[in-house]
């Protein structure tokens, strides 16, 4: 079963969905934290995982690699649920192999973000141990938005991580609702979501009828507000 993340730094909304069941654990970036208007990163980081005992993704933000591991070790310490994100790439192109095995050979949870293709999971693999938890993120809505076809990159990846167990595929970059049902049939551990994504999939089962019913309501509830009329 894929676990649904929502992704988010929201304090209010992560309160709101850390009560749905559906909601298995969140993620975060820089640029969600910047969004909801954190001004210390640890400080903001801290009080949401007060909030949840749920997983929490935790990024960091340097571009050096020994600055990456420094902040790494950090943001471990922040709490048992914590994921530390840390991106595949840095800003100059170079793998961040070190890092990865680093982190990870300090048994530090890992969640491997900003990742395109099956050759950098084999990278990331080539990296890890077979005991600490790796999530290992590949961004879909991204690679869509570019006329690529994420599906055969997952498949790749989901088949090179068959062997370790301490090992989940992440369906990154959600656009719409039906990316869940894609990612649930290719086997995803994790899909992340935003709030407003979530729930419209709360809401999945609806018939042809009820939604051609509900689209036309739409439709005459507008033509009423707007008063329109034809002469």
């Not at 992704?7 to 909601?23: G, M, Q, R, T």
């Not at 969600?32 to 995982?49: H, N, P, T, V």
């Not at 530390?84 to 969640?111: A, D, R």
Request: glycine share 4%; net charge positive; with cysteine.
């Amino acid at each position: 079963m894929t676990k649904i993340y929502c992704d988010i730094a929201d304090k209010k909304l992560i309160k709101k969905f850390n009560k749905k069941k559906i909601v298995k654990g969140f993620t975060t970036n820089p640029s969600l934290m910047r969004k909801a208007g954190a001004k210390d990163y640890k400080s903001y980081s801290l009080e949401i995982l007060k909030i949840t005992k749920k997983p929490v993704s935790c990024e960091v933000f340097a571009d050096e690699e020994e600055h990456m591991i420094s902040q790494g070790l950090k943001i471990s310490k922040w709490g048992k649920n914590v994921y530390v994100k840390v991106p595949v790439l840095n800003s100059k192109g170079k793998f961040m192999g070190k890092v990865i095995e680093t982190l990870n050979h300090k048994n530090i949870k890992l969640n491997i973000t900003a990742v395109y293709n099956h050759f950098q999971t084999k990278k990331i693999l080539k990296k890890i141990n077979k005991k600490t938890k790796v999530i290992i993120s590949i961004f879909a809505g991204r690679m869509a938005d570019t006329g690529k076809d994420p599906i055969p990159e997952f498949i790749k990846s989901i088949k090179l991580v068959k062997n370790y167990k301490n090992v989940e595929i992440l369906w990154a970059s959600t656009r719409e609702p039906y990316n869940y049902i894609q990612a649930r049939k290719l086997n995803c551990d994790i899909i992340t979501v935003p709030p407003a994504i979530i729930e419209k999939i709360e809401k999945f089962g609806k018939s042809f009828k009820r939604l051609t019913i509900d689209t036309v309501n739409g439709f005459l509830k507008d033509s009423k507000k707007s008063k329109f009329k034809i002469y």
